[in-house]
């Protein structure tokens, strides 16, 4: 298995909703991130999760939380978001670290 | 971090060959120059990376001069699926260091 998946492709929430986004990969590698990714810009790094511990936390929310059960998954729990927060949802790993990491499609959220 | 300067966007005839440059004049001697490839609404896609000289792979070759203050994308014989944007990116390779910051990418178009 040599890809990143993500569930859901697509997600629409209420403001007072709680829902959660699933990131998994079965490649061995031992570093996984979650990055927000606007309309017509790059990427930005949420967080970073190296050996299953948050090792980077880009001074997100609170609203978003991470979470890591064991090497293979990611989920970012989402709670009380705002429209703001619309945006596509990117998980990625890492075999080495670094700059060489592996995408998955990304799940497209609106919060209403 | 390194900051990385690239062109907003470039066009291309298909079947030509196609240069993108990137400027990094603040690249640390532990950086590593790396390049993405992201299509509409789906994620990054890893290309190619690179210390000095030159690498090629089945997709792009990759140019770094000495000073490496710079590098060079190189797609050969481009097609209309080769419509996208590019980031080039500098960076340490050391695991637990994943600060992954992409800069504004180059949209290139590939005119039939």
């Known amino acids: 298995d040599t890809e990143v998946t993500q569930t859901p492709k697509h997600l629409v929430m209420g403001m007072t909703n709680k829902k959660s986004l699933k990131c998994e990969q079965h490649?061995?590698?031992?570093?996984m991130y979650w990055y927000k990714q606007k309309a017509k810009k790059p990427p930005e790094l949420m967080f970073v999760?190296?050996?299953?511990?948050?090792?980077i936390n880009e001074s997100v929310p609170s609203r978003f939380s991470p979470e890591c059960p064991n090497s293979s998954l990611l989920n970012l729990h989402l709670h009380a978001l705002q429209p703001e927060d619309s945006a596509l949802y990117l998980c990625?790993?890492?075999?080495?670290?670094?700059?060489?990491?592996?995408f998955g499609p990304g799940t497209r959220l609106t919060v209403t | 971090l390194a900051k990385t300067t690239q062109p907003i966007s470039m066009d291309s005839y298909e079947g030509q060959e196609v240069n993108i440059t990137c400027s990094h004049n603040?690249?640390?001697?532990?950086?590593?120059i790396t390049w993405y490839q992201q299509f509409p609404s789906q994620g990054p896609r890893f290309i190619i990376q690179?210390?000095?000289t030159k690498v090629t792979n089945e997709v792009a070759s990759l140019f770094i001069p000495a000073d490496r203050k710079s590098s060079t994308l190189s797609l050969p014989r481009v097609s209309l699926s080769d419509t996208a944007v590019y980031y080039c990116?500098?960076?340490?390779?050391?695991?637990?260091?994943?600060?992954?910051?992409f800069g504004t990418g180059t949209r290139l178009t590939i005119i039939p």
């Open positions: 990116l500098v960076g340490d390779r050391t695991f637990g260091n994943e600060k992954l910051t």
């Open positions: 690179g210390y000095k």
């Open positions: 999760y190296s050996y299953e511990k948050l090792s």
């Open positions: 990625a790993s890492s075999p080495r670290g670094g700059n060489e990491q592996y």
């Open positions: 603040n690249i640390a001697t532990n950086d590593y």
């Open positions: 490649m061995g590698h031992r570093a």
